[in-house]
């Protein structure tokens, strides 16, 4: 396992449609962060797993967003009804609990909505 | 409400010289502060990351200085490389409560390292 993985890399998408993302992280780490990320700026925060329990969902979270993570292995983001303001890089990172580990990114899900 | 602000937005620097980017943070319960290194269609990779019970951490070239009182901290790279040009973000989390973990990012400085 040599660190978070995604898939898929890039997404194109027409508005309306539905997209789904997934996420592996690092095998032993029991938190999974998604972030989001838009030309020039800094990520910002969405949601987190603990585990399989989503424990925070960012403001930026409309209600077409939604986040599981079955079993607290893999997790998968859904976008719903996709806008064009949707188009962004989905980021994904995990971590271990103990200790308040650091924080390792995947290389991330291009969206583009059409 | 912006958190951690960054600054410059963009360094251009000569090979051998130093790049010093800067970070100011609003919430004193912050607690851990690392710094990322994003290269285009790139996720961040993990760079260095400093707990506020030090002023400076160091790790080859790169070096963290953290100012409490000023609610500051700065990455210094020493001798810096072409190969360093990327995107470099600061950021921030809490140590603790439900938002354990949560990063919140600086706005990002787009370094040059001309040859």
């Known amino acids: 396992d040599t660190g978070v993985s995604q898939d898929p890399r890039h997404k194109i998408t027409k508005r309306g449609q539905n997209v789904t993302f997934r996420c592996d992280p690092i095998?032993?780490?029991?938190?999974l962060y998604w972030y989001r990320q838009t030309l020039g700026q800094g990520p910002e925060f969405l949601t987190y797993?603990?585990?399989?329990?989503?424990?925070?969902k960012s403001r930026l979270l409309s209600d077409r967003f939604s986040a599981e993570r079955p079993k607290g292995s893999f997790s998968t983001l859904e976008i719903q009804r996709t806008e064009q303001g949707d188009s962004a890089m989905y980021l994904c990172?995990?971590?271990?609990?103990?200790?308040?580990?650091?924080?390792?990114f995947g290389p991330g899900t291009r969206l583009l909505v059409l | 409400q912006q958190q951690v602000k960054q600054s410059p937005q963009s360094l251009i620097v000569q090979k051998g010289g130093i790049s010093i980017i800067n970070c100011a943070y609003e919430?004193?319960?912050?607690?851990?502060f690392p710094w990322y290194q994003q290269f285009p269609g790139k996720g961040p990779a993990l760079l260095i990351a400093?707990?506020?019970?030090?002023s400076e951490k160091k790790e080859g070239r790169f070096t963290i200085s953290f100012n409490k009182s000023a609610k500051q901290f700065s990455l210094h790279i020493m001798d810096s490389q072409p190969g360093d040009s990327a995107t470099y973000f600061c950021a921030a989390s809490l140590h603790g409560g439900t938002s354990y973990g949560k990063l919140t990012f600086g706005q990002g400085t787009i370094l040059t390292v001309h040859p």
């Open positions: 919430n004193t319960a912050f607690d851990y």
């Open positions: 400093i707990r506020p019970d030090v």
């Open positions: 095998s032993e780490h029991n938190r």
């Open positions: 797993f603990q585990n399989e329990a989503q424990l925070e």
């Open positions: 990172a995990s971590s271990q609990l103990a200790g308040g580990g650091p924080q390792y």
